[in-house]
């Protein structure tokens, strides 16, 4: 193992031994606050924790060392601060929300089941750009799936999920990654074409329509079938990505006009044709009028977070479960209450480096697809996480999408390690290229000095 990536490994170990800690600490702190004592159970779950973690280690270590040291250990904070909460708020289990901890655990050992297969499978991130047709045709598809009939199952008032026996699955969330294959690839091979353009509009110089359409026909396709599975929390978290990819690879700040034109047009059209929609903007606009109805989910988050104050009233001694969903939409008001701003700015503060570190991997990328699909896995991250915060704190209109990596759901947790084994394929691949590009700078400074 080279200098590099015994350095990385190791403050990762490092890093990750902190995250750990916090997690057993959190863990303790539960037990206490229903307990006397620290229950029997707790080494098995501090084993469990060290086993989990030090899998994904290993798998980094074997695969892809000379990876980011940062992103795996934040990726276990935040896995390690949602679980404590999920477990805090099984302890207020009912027959209407049972609990959901010992299933969140069994998902996230799925989860890094795929984390590791992913480093297996995927050891040149580039040849995925070759099937990115492929990609498409599986992202589509996907996202297809809850339409059919029998198979599909609506919950909550969305089409998202299909059902197979007692097991459900939302296959959007993989869908996006596959989606963002063919994005990346393809506008990497267009990425001249899309910039100049070939055509004018007054002032303005458009690409040709057949570069174009090849582009928006499956975003259009796609933007639709979320919405007519009522799913506006990825519709809008994929037209953001989109755009943002379609801005990194060409530069021209005409697509960002364009998309907010679009995106402006849209949420009229949607807001008159949907019910929901106008139901959702009102709420936003003063959940107060109908604290009791449809306003109680917002108003219960913002007491929740009022009474958490600063520093919280502790982990266990808040009412979290008072709020609807908590488990999953609302997770980051449980936080708020139960850990208090110093809590949820910890949280934030944990994805900011999360994904700044993504967009750091894109940034030192030698290869052009291999930094566009990391900027589009980071922004995944990154409007995810805007997207619940900002609703859940009334920023935003609120919409139905999990914080990664804490709020409860298995197919948000597999798409999200999917995500992060793939970003820390691409910044092995880039600090292998960049040394071996050294290497190649000193050997040719070595036979100029010879002949001189």
């Not at 469990?48 to 899998?55: M, T, W």
Request: glycine letters at 10%; aromatic letters at 10%.
């Amino acid at each position: 193992m080279s200098p590099l990536a015994r350095f990385r490994r190791t403050r990762e170990l490092s890093l990750g031994a902190l995250a750990v800690l916090v997690a057993a600490g959190g863990y303790v702190l539960l037990a206490l606050s229903d307990a006397p004592s620290v229950p029997p159970r707790f080494w098995g779950f501090l084993a469990a924790i060290i086993g989990l973690f030090a899998s994904a280690h290993v798998a980094v270590r074997r695969f892809a060392p000379k990876a980011d040291a940062t992103l795996l250990p934040i990726a276990a904070m935040l896995l390690g601060i949602g679980f404590i909460t999920i477990s805090r708020l099984d302890l207020d289990a009912t027959k209407a929300e049972p609990a959901v901890g010992p299933a969140q655990s069994v998902w996230i050992a799925v989860g890094i089941a795929m984390f590791v297969l992913t480093l297996f499978v995927v050891r040149n991130v580039r040849t995925l750009a070759r099937y990115r047709y492929t990609f498409l045709l599986l992202g589509v598809g996907a996202l297809m799936l809850p339409l059919i009939p029998g198979l599909g199952a609506e919950i909550n008032g969305a089409r998202l999920w299909i059902r197979l026996g007692g097991l459900t699955f939302q296959p959007g969330e993989l869908a996006k990654v596959l989606l963002v294959i063919f994005f990346a690839a393809y506008l990497v091979e267009k990425r001249e074409l899309l910039s100049s353009g070939s055509r004018r509009l007054g002032r303005l110089y458009l690409p040709d329509p057949k570069h174009l359409g090849p582009l928006l026909l499956p975003w259009g396709v796609s933007i639709l079938i979320m919405v007519q599975q009522k799913d506006l929390g990825s519709s809008l978290l994929f037209f953001a990505v989109f755009v943002a990819m379609l801005y990194i690879a060409t530069l021209r700040s005409a697509y960002l006009l364009a998309g907010g034109a679009l995106f402006v047009g849209a949420v009229a059209i949607a807001y008159q044709a949907f019910g929901h929609v106008q139901q959702r903007v009102s709420v936003w606009i003063n959940p107060w009028a109908d604290a009791r109805g449809d306003g109680y989910q917002l108003t219960q988050s913002l007491f929740a977070f009022g009474s958490g104050g600063f520093a919280g009233r502790g982990i266990g001694l808040g009412n979290p479960d008072i709020i609807p969903v908590h488990s999953t939409d609302f997770i980051f008001a449980a936080i708020g209450e139960e850990l208090g701003l110093l809590g949820t700015v910890a949280v934030l503060g944990c994805f900011l480096l999360l994904v700044g570190s993504a967009y750091r991997i894109a940034i030192q990328a030698t290869r052009p697809f291999s930094q566009l699909f990391a900027a589009g896995l980071a922004t995944i991250l990154g409007i995810q996480a805007f997207v619940i915060v900002g609703g859940v704190t009334r920023v935003i209109p609120l919409t139905g999408v999990t914080l990664p990596f804490v709020s409860y759901g298995g197919s948000s947790l597999i798409a999200n390690f999917i995500i992060l084994a793939l970003l820390l394929r691409i910044s092995h691949e880039s600090a292998v290229d960049a040394e071996a590009e050294a290497e190649g700078l000193a050997r040719l400074a070595e036979i100029e000095s010879a002949h001189a």
